[in-house]
Structures are given as C-alpha cells and as structure tokens.
C-alpha cells in the first residue's frame, strides 16, 4: 500500500465547531488532493495542492481551506461545519512522470450533528 | 468543465464478463483510471491507460479507449463473487495542473 495515513479516521463534531483533517503521505509525492464521497454524488474535489503552499481549490471548495506547509502533510479545515459536511473524505497523492497513479488513503468518516 | 459519467448499476452472473463503460467530456485528458471500492473501504486502484494507448489488459482486466467518442470501458472476464464493489473512472487533466475528475460510480453485483 502506499504510504497515505489519514486522521482521525472517524469524528463526530457539532455544527459551528472547526474541524481539521490530516493526511500524511511518506512517498515524497508532488500532487495531494481532498475528496469527499457523498452517495449519489460519487467523488468530489474539494481542494488539492501541486506543492508545498501551492494549493487550488476543487468544485465543492466553499466552506473548506488548505495548508500544505511540508510535502508530507496535507491539512483539510472546515471552518464552521454545518451537517452538510457530514460525509466521507479521502485524501490522495500522486506522483509525477512514471508515477501517474493515484493513491487513497482509507477515509474520515466525519459526521456533523 | 470536465465531466464523467457512468451508469449507477450492472448485474452480472458469476462466471460472466461484466462491461463497465465510462464517458467523459474533457479532450486534454492524458490518463484514465479504474477504482475499486468495497463497502466501507476506501478507493483501490485496478489499472489505468494513457490516452495515446486504445487497450490494456492486464489478467482478467480489459481497458478499452475510444478517444473519438471519449468512451472508456472496463471489462471483467470470468467475473466472480469478490468482483461485487463500487468501480470509478476517473480522468487526469494536466493541463489544468492535474486535476482529477471521477464518474459517479457503477455498483457491480455478482449473483449466482
């Protein structure tokens, strides 16, 4: 498996609080992204990064911000969560060249009551 | 913008070839991926094509490219039990700083 590790891997949280999410990756991979998984909707972008502090956001970026101070960490905040954040995240990493493929890691299952 | 659609489910009998098709819109795309998701696990990759390539197969995997009609497919020979999951296409779009779009998904279920 490739070296992605997400954090928390499950959070129940109340609406209005902040959240963070970690991703931590040990391949040394350029390219980190932040997806959600909503039943109906599949994967969605969310934000991702080209490099440390280079970062961009997706098509479901609102309510969401980024921080990639290091190649390895990639940190997703919701800044107020709201029940329609409740969803599934995944992070994933790709490298660049040869390295083509795209990797996940296992999900945070985050829950907003 | 980029966009990838597939059809929500397909039903095969084990033992069958199961044909999962993809289509999408972007015609910068340069890798085009298959996933595979289990429920409750995350996303596993199976294999991907580059888009000058028209097939790859690898064992019992078969990836077709129509780059005219933008038509990806994904065929599963001799399909069994353990094939039932959720599987994504996904497009690579490099030009816009390598954007990855998914399809909404296909459930495969295997019956007997």
């Known amino acids: 498996d490739a070296g992605i590790t997400q954090s928390p891997r499950h959070k129940v949280t109340e609406t209005g609080t902040p959240v963070t999410l970690r991703c931590h990756q040990t391949?040394?991979?350029?390219?980190m992204y932040w997806y959600r998984q909503d039943p109906g909707h599949g994967l969605r972008l969310i934000h991702y990064?080209?490099?440390?502090?280079?970062?961009d956001k997706g098509e479901v970026s609102d309510g969401y911000s980024v921080s990639r101070s290091k190649t390895e960490d990639f940190l997703l905040t919701l800044e107020s969560a709201t029940s329609s954040q409740t969803s599934v995240y995944f992070c994933?990493?790709?490298?660049?060249?040869?390295?083509?493929?795209?990797?996940f890691g296992s999900g945070t299952q985050l829950s907003v009551l | 913008g980029e966009d990838v659609e597939q059809s929500l489910f397909l039903s095969v009998r084990e033992g069958d070839s199961s044909v999962i098709n993809c289509t999408y819109t972007?015609?910068?795309?340069?890798?085009l991926y298959w996933y595979k998701q289990e429920p409750g696990a995350g996303l596993q990759l199976l294999t991907y094509?580059?888009?000058?390539?028209d097939m790859k197969q690898d064992q019992r995997l078969t990836v077709l490219l129509n780059k005219k009609d933008k038509h990806l497919s994904l065929r599963i020979a001799d399909t069994q039990t353990g094939d039932s999951a959720i599987y994504f296409c996904?497009?690579?779009?490099?030009?816009?700083?390598?954007?990855?779009?998914f399809g909404t998904g296909t459930r495969l279920q295997v019956t007997l």
């Open positions: 972007d015609s910068s795309s340069t890798y």
């Open positions: 994933a990493i790709r490298g660049t060249g040869a390295n083509e493929k795209l990797f």
């Open positions: 391949e040394n991979h350029r390219y």
């Open positions: 990064s080209y490099g440390v502090k280079d970062t």
């Open positions: 094509i580059f888009s000058n390539m």
């Open positions: 996904a497009e690579l779009d490099t030009g816009t700083a390598s954007k990855l779009t």
